[in-house]
């Protein structure tokens, strides 16, 4: 794939799955996995699932390595079988590994969105993706046998690719293991669901987002909390905002809100400007995204009478205290919060102006704050 366009298996800042050598905050989905394959349960389908930017990938990566990069289990032998390993761990100089590192390993085959005949990302996983796998599986196994292959992610197949998969689930090859990456597995099929084994993977805790942090090499943040409350437990997500400036951005929104119901209207302006200039379409997507949180935490502190801990902006639960005091503002504001997202997906899918979807924005979330005053 051409260095100009995105990799779509790697978040903006982090490195590659392939490339990352440690796992934080998902023992249990690991001890799953290798409580199977020790017993000799291990299902040729595993689907990989839980928010974004949690280790899915990461994890895919380490159990093709294990699988391609381990001997099959044997009784044979005067003492009988060996210990089943208790870690997924491979020597990064051990030659599978080295070959993975290097895109040269032959029991692995990757499928993502490919390039179509333009020279562009396509937006979808196709079918002729699924297929190349036909030429994959006629080569000459290695390393004992095994195959393994990665879908990521899974989410990202079209109907033509998923029916195609979906065979391939039905009558597997002989020692292959299909690894499907799911951000959202209720958009699969149900067949493709029912015939995977799944591994569930959860948000990190403070402790390990910060390891996963220093093992990504991000910069350290000056507000650790606050990047705690908006990564929401995602590593990926938390690197998006390191990288896009997203507490600044979150820090300005809820100073625009804080001068609501009178509309601070120069910098609701700046606000749109900022966020729809040239080559800032992920500041803008980013800014939705944020939008999003502060309505679903607006809608919080109304239900519940407290605004979440911790804070992700400095002065922020005040400014929530004040403007969803009752259950009531916070009807209306997780009313609103529907109504805004749905007019974003609309607005962007018809190449709306940013600027002008931005204000449109601001203007309900001020009519929202208005109620009653």
Known sequence: MSDDLPTPDQAPGAPHPRETPRLFGQDAAERAFLSAYGSDRLHHGWLLTGPEGVGKATLAWRIARFLLATPPQSDDGLFGAPPPPQTLDIDPEHPVARRMQAGAEPGLAVITRSVNDQGRLRSEIVVEDIRKLGRFFGLSSADGGRRVVIVDSADEMNTSAANALLKMLEEPPARTTLLLVSHQPSRLLPTIRSRCRTLRLTPLSPADMQSALEQADAGTEAMPEHLAALASGSVGRALRLLNLDGLALYAELIALLDTMPRLDRPRALALAEAAAGRGATERFDLLLGLVDI????????????????????????????????????????????????????????????????????????????????
Do not use: Y
Request: glycine fraction near 8%; charge should be positive; proline fraction near 8%.
């Open 294 to 373: 502060a309505l679903a935490r607006l809608a919080r502190t109304g239900a519940t009478g407290t605004p979440p801990q911790p804070e992700a902006a400095m002065g922020e639960a005040q400014v929530l205290s004040r403007l969803a005091p009752d259950p009531d503002s916070g009807r209306r504001w997780a009313d609103v919060a529907a109504t805004i997202s749905a007019r974003a997906r609309h607005g962007q899918a018809v190449n709306l102006d940013p600027a002008a979807l931005v204000l449109d924005t601001v203007f309900k979330m001020q009519d929202t704050a208005s109620w009653g005053r």
